[in-house]
């Protein structure tokens, strides 16, 4: 494992950067400073430069052309801010590993400084600078990405064997970004799902100092294997080193939620959100499990923040709004939740499964005020979205369905979501214990235990059947049962994982298959989507690869 850098004999030169043919992009919401900058960069020789004077003409222009480097200001008026434009031109791969993101403020403060981390920009300059501190930070970070080409393209293609060989090549040449080329290999090797490997490599990064990433990311590895009590470990050390590492509080709770302590869960994210308020998904996660744990004053604090941090967010969701109005209604504040749908509807008029979601939680709300006329009407436009929505409703938004059509007196069609949703779901065990939460809230938890248990069994059954067939070389037989449950079952990440292998066991035995070969590809995107820390992905992925070849 190549980790350690060569000794040169040769005296230190600076390297020569040219920055002229650097795309960048200024963003900064006062006129005067874009112009300064730009007379700045066009002294050092720059010819692409663009400018943006708010947050949303910044993704726009982020959206059309590729950037080397962005300079935006924190700070930008009324709409997105610079951490909002950094979080969403990385959500939506505007920018990627080698581009220069440089948060620009004249701001220092802790709630500015803790929210731009949470997206990690590549460097801040305090306002004012002058050309020559500009200068300076530029090449500097030039001269540190300029190594990535290569990784970057093998990374958009998911190669993740290839990311980690050209890691390899780099760290032997005393590379300026030693630590970002550690962290692309140690990304690639979780990406790839060889988490034995992942733990060595991080172990051993870990001998060359204290670096918080690296233990971060171990704690990952022994989560992601189920060593949950090394994780805890960890994680509060990390903490307890440093308490202004956020992300160890979410994975923090993370293992706590694991392992069954809600409340200790719950602890551990109101301790993070007074450190970094702003940050919208760590709201939302303190927010459901306050309500899991019925402290309805923290949940709706929480999902308050979410729905007015969302407002020029890229995670803006309808679940934040249905989660608060649910919680308000369970607060005897039926009222308000229907306002807070209200403004929902206005927020997400062209989502339909938003529309779905929103019908669904106004019912609830009705119901709750005993308008027993007025949620009739509105279970008729439930229905209606239902059937014209173009795809299918996320679990949540389905599982809410099936809790208002039980409680509508529909059993029928509750169950039936239910059976589904727990055979795509049959081994998280979270997502079953919030189905038993809906069982034991309509007081027919027995009952439910029993659709829980019979709706496990079906699809253990029907995977062991067709495991079976692969193990005693049935293969025709293993291929037709396995196409049956990816068609059935097309969200079950384990069926989608065998029925790949059972169709690579039978193009091992009668050579590649172009229509074969296309399935399997399909079944192993569909669970990287679903999980992409699955155990037997990488193992499957170059057993594909394979056969790939020789067609």
């Not at 300076?136 to 990405?145: A, D, I, M, T």
């Not at 809906?438 to 059947?465: H, S, T, W």
């Amino acid at each position: 494992m190549a980790i350690t850098q060569k000794n040169s004999s040769l005296p230190s030169l600076a390297p020569y950067v040219d920055l002229k043919k650097k795309k960048i992009l200024i963003v900064d919401d006062f006129t005067s400073f874009r112009s300064t900058v730009k007379r700045m960069l066009q002294v050092l020789g720059l010819m692409h430069i663009d400018e943006a004077s708010d947050g949303e003409e910044a993704i726009s222009k982020l959206s059309k052309r590729k950037y080397d480097i962005v300079l935006c200001d924190y700070n930008l008026g009324p709409g997105k801010d610079g951490q909002q434009v950094l979080e969403e031109a990385r959500g939506r791969e505007y920018i990627d590993y080698s581009t220069i993101f440089i948060m620009a403020t004249a701001e220092n403060t802790m709630y500015m400084l803790m929210g731009a981390l949470e997206y990690q920009p590549d460097a801040y300059l305090v306002k004012p600078f002058n050309r020559e501190i500009l200068e300076r930070r530029l090449k500097e970070w030039v001269n540190k990405k300029d190594n990535l080409k290569d990784i970057e393209k093998a990374i958009e293609k998911k190669d993740h064997e290839t990311v980690i060989s050209l890691c390899d090549q780099i760290l032997g040449s005393n590379p300026k970004n030693l630590s970002q080329i550690l962290q692309l290999k140690g990304e690639a090797l979780l990406m790839k799902g060889d988490h034995s490997e992942a733990g060595i490599f991080y172990e051993k990064v870990l001998t060359m100092g204290n670096l918080p990433w690296a233990a971060l990311n171990l704690g990952k590895v022994r989560f992601f294997t189920g060593n949950y009590e090394a994780a805890k470990e960890i994680f509060e050390g990390i903490i307890a080193q440093n308490d202004k590492i956020v992300f160890a509080y979410d994975w923090l709770a993370k293992v706590h939620q694991k392992m069954g302590n809600l409340q200790a869960a719950q602890e551990v994210l109101e301790k993070a959100v007074l450190i970094s308020p702003k940050a919208i998904l760590r709201q939302k996660a303190l927010g459901d499990i306050a309500y899991k744990n019925k402290d309805l004053v923290v949940a709706e604090k929480s999902f308050r923040e979410a729905v007015e941090q969302g407002k020029h967010s890229f995670f803006k969701s309808p679940s934040d709004f249905t989660s608060l109005a649910k919680v308000l209604v369970d607060n005897d504040n039926p009222e308000e939740s229907l306002n807070v749908l209200n403004n929902a509807g206005k927020e997400f008029t062209k989502n339909p499964d938003a529309l779905l979601q929103i019908a669904i939680t106004e019912m609830r709300t009705l119901q709750k005020m005993n308008r027993e006329e007025d949620a009739k009407k509105v279970m008729e436009k439930v229905s209606k979205l239902s059937s014209e929505l173009p795809g299918k409703p996320s679990s949540d938004t389905e599982l809410d369905l099936a809790r208002m059509l039980l409680l509508a007196g529909d059993e029928a069609g509750g169950n039936a979501i239910i059976r589904r949703l727990i055979q795509n779901n049959h081994e998280d065990e979270e997502f079953i214990a919030n189905v038993g939460m809906i069982f034991k809230e309509l007081n027919i938890e027995d009952k439910g235990q029993e659709i829980i248990a019979l709706a496990r069994d079906e699809v253990i059954i029907l995977n062991n059947d067709g495991v079976s067939q692969v193990k005693e070389g049935n293969l025709y037989k293993a291929i037709e049962l396995f196409e049956k449950a990816v068609g059935r079952l097309p969200d079950n990440k384990i069926i989608c994982a065998n029925a790949a292998q059972a169709y690579m066991a039978f193009m091992k035995k009668n050579g590649s298959d172009p229509q074969l070969l296309k399935k399997t590809r399909e079944c192993l995107d569909r669970v990287t989507q679903l999980d992409p820390s699955y155990k037997n992905l990488n193992v499957l992925m170059t057993r594909y690869k394979e056969l790939e070849m020789e067609a």
